[in-house]
């Protein structure tokens, strides 16, 4: 009996190497631009695990478009497992045949068509993940034999410095290098000297300089002068009925028009309400142009991000002691430890959504549109693993377990999970819905679990402009349902209300609706914002900050 051999992935990795040798333009590591199709030809094989670095914001792109252009008689059936589907490119490998199945995250700008592409039976969908579990199954069972990332620069070397996007570069390389595969990396520039190595050249097998800079999409910047009085309004009652209500000091902020209130409104009402030092001091966050008002005023002590945001980085060196930064005072960010900080170290995550449903379950995922769902059931769970307390953390656990005896009330604290949806989305859908359309989606794709982006039994609080539900107060599921009911307006979930149960949900403040609070609507204006144009934050910046040019209007 011959003894199994137990070097293959190292042999199968020498052999590719060794035929990537023999092309015109490769030179050790170094690999001219015109070459990297025929790169790829040379160390693809069909059925590979591919992750092709794409972010929330930062894009291989180059790569990408090189990926489209291999031949699909040579390289075919591709398993692609990557965070986001942002480009064209991105779905384009499924239609020229190149690739066949698909783990991801999130798809935003490709969402509807890749719906279609499901609907046809063009696309094999592994599972729509949280980007914390596709990392984890990066070292487990979705390892990449080949990966293609982005980077700012490299040395003559191969050393890697990833700038203040550094996002999933971490966890895609030492998966793929330390487990036989090869890394292939797009660079801006290469350069004599670093800032700093990121990656380490042993784990990089070849870069290419990319023939212009690698995309970055600007995810986290808001013009404040397109944020509602409604929203004010909700942003308001936000401060009052949950951060300063709970004394919420560590927290995520989803992306959206309503969180970037909250950020605006901190330093003028929540300092109104003496809540400066006591609410939002420690963030896991982009570096959002709209909370420069905040760090200026003192509010902020410190933000760890996942990405950065295009036109922060004079204002991140500048405030070095708010921002995880280099010696070089750039910004250092990585997704997969904020995704793990926002998870076990927050106390607190308010998002937003497209569908809830009467039991609270939310998700993204809509007929018509796959968003995946990125990093929110990461952020909006409660962690079972977490053993460390706060303030904040303690008293929703004992709102959720009040009345509750035996070993249903063992103590422990629980994570608050916001919800903040206007009632009417665009268009005007429905934000609440007595079905998902995730259950219509799982039928479709042939997925084992509908795409529900964070489970009803994990959401504490859900605010609309009507007023604020408080989940862990309710007694039953009757109530969980009427206190739902109870915010979601004139829609036809709203409507269908018991209205007297939902009187006595609001005696017992289970539902608080704005003058509960002692909010008056007409003081819920513009006026309030601490920043209400883009020129107004670059002024808060004294001048460090630069916004991208789409966002100027002088």
């Known amino acids: 009996m011959n003894a199994p051999a137990w070097n293959q992935r190292d042999r199968q990795r020498r052999e590719r190497l060794s035929r990537a040798a023999a092309l015109a333009g490769v030179q050790g590591r170094r690999v001219a631009a015109e070459a990297i199709v025929s790169l790829l030809e040379c160390v693809l094989e069909p059925g590979d695990r591919v992750c092709l670095e794409g972010n929330n914001q930062k894009q291989a792109d180059f790569l990408a478009k090189a990926l489209v252009q ?14 986001v589907l942002a480009l064209p490119e991105h779905l384009d490998v499924f239609e020229n045949g190149i690739a066949s199945r698909l783990d991801f995250s999130f798809s935003g700008p490709q969402g509807a068509r890749l719906a279609k592409l499901v609907a046809a039976g063009g696309i094999e969908i592994g599972a729509i993940h949280t980007y914390l579990e596709l990392f984890a199954r990066y070292f487990v069972d979705l390892t990449p034999k080949v990966a293609l990332v982005a980077a700012h620069a490299a040395d003559a070397q191969g050393n890697l410095y990833t700038g203040p996007n550094t996002e999933d570069t971490p966890a895609i390389v030492e998966a793929t290098a330390f487990s036989g595969g090869i890394v292939i990396a797009q660079v801006n520039e290469i350069v004599d000297v670093l800032p700093r190595v990121d990656i380490p ?28 009085e409604i929203q004010v309004l909700m942003a308001m009652m936000a401060i009052k009925g949950i951060y300063g209500e709970y004394g919420v000091q560590r927290l995520n902020h989803g992306i959206g028009f309503d969180t970037a209130a909250i950020e605006l409104l901190l330093p003028t009402y929540g300092e109104s309400l003496g809540l400066k030092g006591k609410i939002g001091k420690h963030w896991a966050l982009n570096p959002h142009p709209a909370l420069i008002p905040a760090i200026e005023a003192g509010w902020v002590e410190s933000v760890h991000s996942f990405g950065s945001e295009l036109g922060m980085e004079d204002y991140i060196r500048a405030r070095s002691d708010v921002f995880f930064t280099g010696p070089d005072g750039s910004l250092r960010s990585n997704r997969a430890f904020c995704q793990a900080a926002g998870h076990y170290a927050c106390d607190m995550f308010i998002g937003s959504t497209l569908q809830i449903d009467l039991d609270g379950n ?9 968003a995946g769902f990125g990093g929110a059931p990461n952020m909006g769970a409660d962690a079972r693993g977490r053993r460390h307390a706060s303030p904040a953390w303690l008293k929703a656990g004992a709102e959720a377990r009040a009345g509750r005896s035996g070993a249903a009330g063992t103590p422990r604290g629980q994570k608050l999970v916001v919800q903040m949806v206007e009632t009417f989305r665009e268009h005007m859908q429905p934000a609440f819905v007595e079905r998902l359309d995730a259950w ?60 007297r149960m939902v009187e006595n949900l609001r005696d017992r403040g289970v539902i608080r609706r704005p003058a509960d609070l002692g909010i008056d609507p007409r003081d819920a204006t513009r006026n309030l914002l601490a920043a209400r144009s ?21």
């Not at 609080?461 to 969980?480: P, V, Y």
């Open 70 to 83: 291999v031949d699909p008689q040579r390289v075919h059936h591709l398993h692609m497992v990557q965070s």
């Open 201 to 228: 050249a042993d784990w990089v097998s070849f870069v290419v300089k990319a023939p212009s800079p690698n995309f970055i999409e600007p995810l986290f910047t808001r013009d404040p002068a397109q944020i509602s």
């Open 362 to 370: 939310s998700s993204t995922a809509t007929l018509g549109r796959i």
């Open 534 to 554: 883009m020129r107004d934050l670059v002024r808060a910046s004294g001048g460090l900050y630069s916004p991208p040019k789409r966002f100027r209007n002088w």
């Open 440 to 499: 219509t989606l799982q039928e479709q794709a042939g997925m084992a679990l509908p795409p529900i982006m964070i489970y009803g039994e994990d959401v504490s609080h859900i605010l609309t402009e009507e007023g604020i539900a408080n989940l862990l107060l309710c007694r039953s599921d009757e109530e969980r349902e009427q206190a739902i009911r109870g915010v979601a307006g004139y829609t036809a979930v709203g409507l269908a209300r018991d209205a």
